[in-house]
């Protein structure tokens, strides 16, 4: 069987780690994977931008190693940008530690993540390095070598999140401003590229808004039962208040809510 070679990106000590233990398990897990990792294939005195590109050309997935320190760093930008350049099928994806989906902004969004300490997320990305390569395994000896590696991965992750902890490594957290910003600009290019018409387009947004109005009224009667859990249900209230703004500009853009600013006098 061929290998799958697998071009790992990093960038800072956190994610180095991280993907100096992938370069490990991976092979482990999928006999036929061969991740190439700089800090471990390029020689001293070897010229690495040369070795980089060289890597580049034969790489079948390539795998950006994502933390709260290096998610803005310009060299893991570069990398990702030359791997979605370089990689057949689109077999790029980013492999997040201490982060969550929603601290990751474009263009590294665009990339399918793999949240590293979710067993189910690291399930799928194992399922996908089978399907990118020629000779695949069936799917049970996938589940059946993830179960036995997991142990492995889950302890080293636990290892380094501890150690970036005491170092104080920040964690990254994006503004509601942001996020709400990428929801609009997302969803008005989804409906720029669907055949859907106006008026299903407004029937479906009806459809949405009308379970968010039953969940309301729920929290405002919990609010009275329990008053233990008031400020919870309170929050939980205002983010309702929020999607259904959301949906009535997504209906109305002419609207005079201002989606960016929604929420924020409540």
Known sequence: MSK?????????????EVAQFLRQWLPEVLGFTEPWL???????????????????????VGIVCLTP????????????????????R????TFLHGLSNVDVSPPLSLFQATEATKKEEVSRLITTLNQATEEPVSSEQCQRALERYWPDLEGELKKISSKATLKGSPLLKRSDRELLEEILELTRGQLQNTNISRHELSELLHAIQTPLHIIQGYIEIA?????????????????????????????????RIDPLKMGQKR
């Open 90 to 93: 689109n077999y790029v994806c």
């Open 223 to 255: 609010q009275e039962l329990e008053p233990s859990t008031k400020e919870l249900l309170q929050n939980a209230a205002k983010q309702v208040r929020r999607i259904s703004d959301l949906l009535s500009f997504l209906m109305d853009p002419k609207s």
């Open 38 to 60: 700089s800090s471990e294939e390029v020689e001293k005195g070897a010229q690495w931008p040369a070795e980089m590109y060289s890597a580049l050309e034969t790489t079948h």
């Open 69 to 88: 320190d290096n998610i803005a760093d310009p060299w893991i930008l570069f990398e990702a940008g030359s791997l979605s350049k370089a990689v057949r």
């Open 4 to 16: 799958l070679k697998i071009f790992i990106s990093w960038s800072g000590e956190w994610s180095k």
